[in-house]
């Protein structure tokens, strides 16, 4: 079956702008997050959705990210107002039923360049 | 809070000599830990996975890990390294008490011919 895909695969933007994210994570799986990998920093936990949940926020790094996820499957990861350190690959992951410990599924990732 | 920590930034091995990747964690309940490779210009793919039971666990191309909690480790290993292993290895926990999952900074695994 089909992985977990990302939209766009690059984005270029310029400094000021927004720019919004896309995940289609696995057919029913229930919990989809985001992460940020940039240079040397590892991958960065950004949010986290289960179900019907509230999602976790926790990692978002500036009130300027936000995310929502529509149906209990895609997610759109939003920033405003984009800055040079955003700049970064945006990772989204998958994984299966909620209250079973079940590894993650990994998309391709956009990678977001800031001017 | 969970957290992880991977104490190299890059580990450079013979091939054909055992390697090790370490990690160490800490959960406030019981960890569920994870281990990812990345190749270059590939995504983040599933290696291993303790949650319970034998504290050695094996998974893919060969690699194990054995999970310690009295030290609080997980630490990757492989008897006999290929040049093929060459890439990103991230660990990873999530609490038993929570769904999110953490990883570590990552650890370039460099294998010489």
């Known amino acids: 079956g089909a992985g977990v895909s990302q939209s766009p695969s690059n984005k270029v933007t310029e400094k000021g702008k927004d720019v919004e994210l896309r995940c289609d994570p696995i057919?029913?799986?229930?919990?989809l997050y985001w992460y940020r990998q940039s240079l040397g920093q590892g991958l960065e936990f950004l949010i986290y959705?289960?179900?019907?949940?509230?999602?976790?926020k926790s990692g978002l790094p500036s009130d300027r990210f936000s995310a929502e996820r529509t149906g209990g499957s895609v997610s759109t990861l939003t920033i405003q107002r984009t800055q040079q350190e955003d700049s970064a690959v945006y990772l989204c992951?998958?994984?299966?039923?909620?209250?079973?410990?079940?590894?993650?599924?990994f998309g391709p990732g956009t990678r977001l360049t800031v001017l | 809070a969970q957290s992880v920590a991977q104490p190299e930034d890059q580990v450079n091995v013979a091939e054909g000599n055992p390697l090790t990747v370490k990690c160490t964690y800490s959960?406030?309940?019981?960890?569920?830990l994870f281990w990812y490779v990345q190749y270059p210009n590939r995504g983040l793919q599933f290696l291993l996975k303790?949650?319970?039971?034998?504290?050695l666990v094996k998974g893919s191309y060969g690699f194990e890990a054995e999970f310690n909690k009295s030290q609080t480790s997980f630490h990757l290993k492989k008897p006999s390294a290929l040049v093929s292993d060459s890439a990103l290895y991230f660990c990873?926990?999530?609490?038993?008490?929570?769904?999110?999952?953490?990883f570590g900074k990552g650890t370039r695994l460099h294998i010489l011919p």
């Open positions: 959960v406030s309940g019981n960890p569920y």
């Open positions: 992951a998958s994984s299966g039923l909620a209250g079973v410990v079940f590894e993650q599924f």
């Open positions: 990873a926990v999530r609490d038993n008490r929570d769904d999110k999952i953490i």
């Open positions: 303790y949650i319970t039971g034998d504290n």
């Open positions: 057919s029913g799986h229930t919990a």
């Open positions: 959705f289960q179900g019907n949940s509230a999602p976790d």
